[in-house]
């Protein structure tokens, strides 16, 4: 390997062990190392799933949903917006929270901000796939139909939440406008966010408009990937991608602006 | 050798800019010790956390040639709900230092005993400060960045520090903003005074320590 090359790899590791050593930390701080920890970011989707049954089971709504299991359709449309939900949620004044790191000048804004996408991504993607599998071992759902669909529309989702979320994590220091209206807006992208129901489910005109909405592509993704042809999706990958690649010039562009201005204390 | 040239830093201040330094330059060689003298308010912390590379500059460079601690005070550098011991842990994994050697130094340093497992935010000014001079010493730079911690602590904690820190065989180098004068006589080998945004530098530590005095 010439020494050019070698020095871009060895700077990479360097980057790449700061990171881990990031979330490791951003662990320890959330969930202590007290009782499960780790383990309550994968039950908790879990744990939703179970209740939603239960309540269908008590008032008799059965547990299929349009060609769907139940289980799958509620797995399929809740981690993914949890995802979402938690990124952004987390990333709102994570640089605040988080001022002692930039004491060690190794550590840049984006690391930070990273090494907490890893940790959300690891978590719900666990979450998931071990939600689904207990599911399927108990016969109440049955495997993907179209895994490499599957794995794109999370690939979406997580590209997604994470661009968006770096944007709004980079604006927050600067403005208390944020987490204003951060709630409000995020209770509002839960029923237009496609989580809870299918394109092919609204009448041709509303389901033209909702694909506007790019949260909507990737959970048609996401839905044709694991239920197949049972269910038809409609989505434009490539308008998601271009959608992806404008939030995170502009979250990366914010970044390196409020990086220039923020006060630490 | 660290060089700091024509510094400026901004800061928003009431829909206009406020310029807390305007210019500033001044540079240290290993084993020299600056001091940085200035009234409350006058840009210290704030040309520490520049030098430290903890905020960037709105003008002007700053160049490390050598390795050089995070700025050690009585905030910062720690996470507050985390134990000392998990602080130690994140830190040397931060900078890429073998966990046992660098716990085995801070632990002996420090004497914190059972508060290595208590949250930093449990501890007193004092405690946190032992623990960022152990943690750093271990990790063993060429130049400590001091802001006025030097004040916290017990009489056995500051010999421990001059010991480690001021004396000449250390040959460690030194920047350290203070209002104890008695330790910049003693210690420093060179003053910034700052007033105003300005700064000069003066090799003569009675002339700088009359001048800050008078300011």
Not at chain 1, 95 to 121: A, K, P, S
Not at chain 1, 239 to 253: E, M, R
Not at chain 2, 195 to 213: C, M, P, S, T
């Amino acid at each position: 390997m010439p020494a050019a090359e070698r020095g871009v790899a060895s700077l990479l590791a360097r980057q790449g062990a700061i990171i881990g050593a990031l979330t490791m930390r951003e662990v320890h701080v959330r969930y202590g190392r007290k009782n499960i920890g780790f383990l309550w970011i994968v039950a908790e989707p879990f744990l939703f799933t179970v209740g939603v049954i239960a309540l269908r089971t008590l008032l008799p709504m059965g547990t299929e949903s349009r060609g769907m299991p139940l289980v799958g359709f509620l797995m399929t449309g809740y981690t993914p917006f949890l995802l979402y939900r938690h990124m952004v949620g987390h990333s709102i004044h994570c640089i605040e929270h988080n001022q002692n790191v930039l004491y060690h000048r190794q550590v840049g804004f984006l690391d930070i901000f990273l090494g907490q996408y890893i940790l959300e991504t690891a978590g719900i993607v666990m979450a998931f796939a071990l939600g689904c599998t207990i599911f399927i071992v108990c016969g109440m759902l049955f495997p993907p139909k179209d895994p490499a669909l599957l794995l794109a529309g999370w690939f979406y989702a997580i590209w997604f939440s994470a661009a968006l979320a770096l944007l709004v994590g980079a604006i927050s220091p600067l403005s208390t406008l944020v987490d204003k209206l951060y709630n409000p807006l995020s209770y509002l992208s839960l029923p237009i966010s496609g989580a809870f129901y299918l394109v092919d489910w609204l009448p041709s005109s509303y389901g033209k408009l909702a694909l506007w909405v790019p949260m909507v592509n990737y959970f048609e993704m996401i839905r044709g990937g694991y239920f197949g042809g049972a269910v038809r999706v409609h989505f434009d990958s490539l308008y998601l991608t271009v959608i992806c690649l404008a939030l995170t010039f502009c979250g990366l562009a914010m970044l390196r602006y409020t990086r220039k201005n923020f006060a630490v204390r | 050798m660290i060089t700091i040239d024509r510094i400026v830093k901004d800061y928003p201040l009431r829909g206009g800019t406020h310029r807390v330094l305007d210019g500033i330059s001044a540079s240290i060689g290993r084993g020299e010790r600056l001091a940085i003298l200035g009234r409350n308010g006058a840009g210290k912390s704030t040309l520490i956390k520049l030098i430290g590379g903890v905020e960037e500059p709105s003008g002007g460079h700053v160049q490390r040639g050598m390795s050089l601690s995070w700025p050690i005070g009585f905030e910062g550098a720690f996470h507050h709900h985390l134990t000392g011991l998990d602080n130690v842990k994140f830190i040397a994994r931060l900078y890429d230092r073998p966990l046992a050697e660098i716990l085995a130094f801070t632990e002996d340093f420090a004497e914190l005993g059972v508060y290595m497992h208590m949250p930093v935010e449990t501890y007193s000014t004092g405690m946190r400060a032992r623990l960022a001079f152990g943690l750093s010493l271990a990790i063993d730079f060429d130049c400590y960045l001091i802001d006025e911690v030097i004040l916290a602590g017990d009489q056995r904690f500051h010999r421990k520090c001059q010991e480690a820190l001021f004396h000449k065989q250390s040959g460690r180098a030194l920047i350290m903003a203070s209002h104890a004068m008695g330790i910049v006589r003693e210690f420093c080998t060179h003053a910034l005074v700052l007033k105003q945004g300005r700064g000069k530098v003066f090799h003569d530590i009675d002339l700088a320590i009359q001048i800050y005095e008078a300011l």
